[in-house]
């Protein structure tokens, strides 16, 4: 994980790739990194870290998620009777609704 330059914890609401991409760009700008940094870190490639930062939506999720723990970030999934115990039984409809 990279050092962040500001310690205090911040909350955004994210509804679309193009949302996650502007997090992750905002977060690496405010660190003064470049995406090449970000990527090294990550374990991901400078291509990725621009596809993320334009919200390309079909991206995997496995890199996706080591590109927020080098950035200090994390991913929450918040919703009625949602927990770390039973989030494996959560199901989604066909139209991507729970």
Same mark, same amino acid.
Request: aromatic content about 2%; overall charge positive; charged content about 25%.
């Given at each position: 994980?990279? &050092? *962040?330059?500001?310690?205090?914890?911040?909350?955004?609401?994210?509804? =679309? &790739?193009?949302?996650?991409?502007?997090?992750?760009?905002?977060?690496?700008?405010?660190?003064?990194?470049?995406?090449?940094?970000?990527?090294?870190? *990550?374990?991901?490639?400078?291509?990725?870290?621009?596809?993320?930062?334009?919200?390309? #939506? =079909?991206?995997?999720?496995? #890199?996706?998620?080591?590109?927020?723990?080098?950035?200090?970030?994390?991913?929450?999934?918040?919703?009625?009777?949602? *927990? =770390?115990?039973?989030?494996? =039984?959560?199901?989604?409809? #066909?139209?991507?609704? &729970?």
């Amino acid at each position: 994980m990279l &050092p *962040s330059g500001n310690t205090k914890m911040g909350r955004a609401v994210l509804w =679309s &790739p193009e949302d996650v991409g502007r997090a992750v760009r905002a977060a690496r700008v405010a660190r003064g990194l470049r995406q090449e940094d970000l990527a090294l870190a *990550s374990g991901t490639g400078r291509r990725f870290i621009g596809d993320l930062e334009r919200g390309k #939506p =079909s991206l995997q999720l496995a #890199p996706v998620l080591s590109v927020l723990r080098a950035l200090g970030l994390r991913l929450e999934v918040v919703g009625p009777s949602v *927990s =770390s115990a039973d989030a494996g =039984s959560v199901v989604a409809e #066909p139209d991507g609704r &729970p």
